[in-house]
Every structure is written in structure tokens, then in C-alpha cells.
């Protein structure tokens, strides 16, 4: 079953990249008291996730702050060293918390995996944006089709806050 609106977020350790290598970070200390865009997508480095939905992000970093989000987090279903490598790729800097669900746990506690195994990939995650504020969903957009990015890209998220 997918996560709703109105619902909590489901406890989970999930991985951030640092300089000093991978580090934990609970659900907890990425969303408690916080209000965070989280946007998921199937893979770093992949076309549509590299070429436009990260940059996005990226590039309404002030929109979203001035609309009162305190995080903006991506979190793909890669590992750490991945989302580290690719975050210095996009040059996210301090602007997006890169998040790795390297074995898929939180997005399947979602309910947002996406079975991509006819294309080599396993199960990764859909493409979706969620708005939590204190853990608490108040905004979930999932793309029906994969590799579009309609619902999910930051100036539509904007839209909603």
C-alpha cells in the first residue's frame, strides 16, 4: 500500500554521503520538526534524474525556502558512495540532502518501489516528491510514467505549498 496524505512516515536508518564516508541518518532526524521536500527517483546518473529533475531542485532552491521548507532531500535507491558521487556531479552542495535507500527498505515501507529488473536495474523507486512537515505527509506526487516528470519536479511542488 502507498503512503497518503495525512500520514506518518515510517522509521527507517537511511545514508547520506560525507567527507568522511558514508554516515546513518535516521527518518527521525531528517524530518522531526522540519518542514522537507523529499524527492525519490529510480537511479543516479540516469537520464531524466540527472538531466532534470535534480536540476530543478537545484534551481529553486530560494522559491522553496521562501515557501518554508527547511530540507530538500533526494533519495534514490543507490548506495551511498553513489549519491556522494553523483551530489558532487549536480553540485548540490548544502542545498540537497542526497539519501541512499540502498536496499530499498524505506521506499518499500512507501509503498513506491518500482520493479525495474526487465531493464537490469532491480527494484528501485518511482519517481515522486512528498511535502512532511514534522513526518507528517501534506503533499505526495507520483509520476504514472517513470521517466516523466510532471507531477514531481520542483515548480510543481511549489504550486502546492
Not at 536508518?13 to 564516508?21: A, C, F, N, Y
Not at 540527472?50 to 527547511?70: I, M
Not at 518511482?126 to 520542483?154: F, H, N, T, W
Request: glycine share 10%; proline share 6%.
Amino acid at each position: 500500500m502507498t503512503i497518503e496524505v495525512g500520514a506518518t512516515l515510517p522509521d527507517a536508518i537511511l545514508m547520506t554521503p560525507t567527507e568522511k564516508g558514508p554516515a546513518p541518518l535516521s527518518t527521525a532526524e531528517i524530518f522531526a520538526g522540519k518542514t522537507v521536500v523529499m524527492f525519490g527517483l529510480p537511479g543516479a546518473f540516469t537520464p531524466t534524474c540527472s538531466a532534470k529533475h535534480v536540476p530543478s531542485y537545484l534551481g529553486k532552491v530560494a522559491d522553496l525556502r521562501a515557501k518554508g521548507v527547511d530540507t530538500i532531500a533526494c533519495l534514490s535507491v543507490n548506495d551511498a558512495f553513489v549519491m556522494g558521487a553523483w551530489g558532487r556531479d549536480q553540485k548540490v552542495g548544502d542545498d540537497i540532502l542526497m539519501l541512499a535507500d540502498g536496499n530499498g527498505d524505506f521506499t518499500r515501507r512507501l509503498g513506491l518501489e518500482l520493479d525495474l529488473s526487465n531493464f537490469g536495474m532491480g527494484v528501485r523507486s518511482q519517481r515522486y516528491a512528498l511535502v512532511a512537515k514534522d513526518g507528517v505527509v501534506s503533499v505526495l506526487a507520483v509520476e504514472p510514467i517513470p521517466s516523466a516528470m510532471d507531477v514531481s519536479s520542483a515548480e510543481a511542488i511549489l504550486e502546492q505549498l
